[in-house]
């Protein structure tokens, strides 16, 4: 007697308990592969603006005008914003008479610090999800091997004399979850790694140039 070992009849042929975790993590896997791209999108615009607006920056550009220019375009990201949101705070300062310089300075540095962290939560947001997936997927593939093999050997138990044709396809459709677990997790680990690397390297970026922009105010606000 033949028996049909594809994968679809495998599927097909399986508990509920097993088609329900497989289902889970498919619709796991393709949340996990959008969010992937849409992140990757992300942190390459996050880079490619945060070099363009240094470029600008360092270019000897006055740094009113920039400052103007930003403005009225309106929804800057990035590196633009932290320099907009701490230029607007020192020209606010600055303005108000009799307030020290170390109050000007301070109160820059700490709009730009809550408008990076902002940004930065911005940028890394859904990688949480990613190292769950990466994390908890082969757990949910491995439950659905363990109920599919224990579904075989309670039917094994029902029969007088168990065969290898009998075993089979109920372990082979068990194995199927612990794989789709793992292809799930795999991309997603491989991700959220590269992802949180990129993240950090922009979030040094951005701290960096808030260094270099505190200093440069620190300079004129003393001259």
């Known amino acids: ?3 049909d070992m594809s994968i679809l009849s495998l599927v097909g042929g399986a508990s509920f308990m097993v088609q329900l975790v497989l289902f889970s993590l498919l619709l796991i896997s393709v949340i996990s592969w959008t969010m992937i791209f849409q992140k990757w999108i992300v942190i390459k615009k996050a880079r490619e603006e945060a070099n363009l607006f240094e470029r600008r920056f360092w270019s000897g550009a006055d740094l009113v005008d920039l400052y103007k220019a930003l403005a009225q375009r309106k929804g800057s990201q990035g590196m633009a914003s932290i320099f907009e949101s701490g230029f607007r705070e020192y020209a606010k300062l600055h ?12 109160g820059a540095q700490r709009a730009m610090r809550v408008t990076m962290n902002r940004e930065v939560d911005r940028i890394e947001a859904g990688l949480p999800f990613l190292a769950t997936v990466g994390s908890t997927s082969p757990y949910v593939g491995l439950f659905g091997t363990v109920w599919g093999i224990m579904n075989s050997f309670r039917a094994l138990g029902q029969v007088e004399q168990a065969t290898m044709a009998m075993v089979a396809p109920g372990i082979a459709e068990a194995l199927i979850a612990t794989a789709m677990g793992l292809f799930a997790a795999i991309p ?13 390297r922009i979030e040094a970026q951005y701290d960096a140039f808030m260094e270099e922009f505190s200093n440069l105010l620190n300079r004129q606000v003393r001259s």
């Open 1 to 3: 007697m033949h028996t």
């Open 95 to 106: 303005k108000q008479p009799g307030i020290d310089s170390d109050a000007v300075l301070e």
């Open 188 to 200: 997603a680990v491989i991700a959220y790694n590269r992802f949180s690397y990129s993240v950090e």
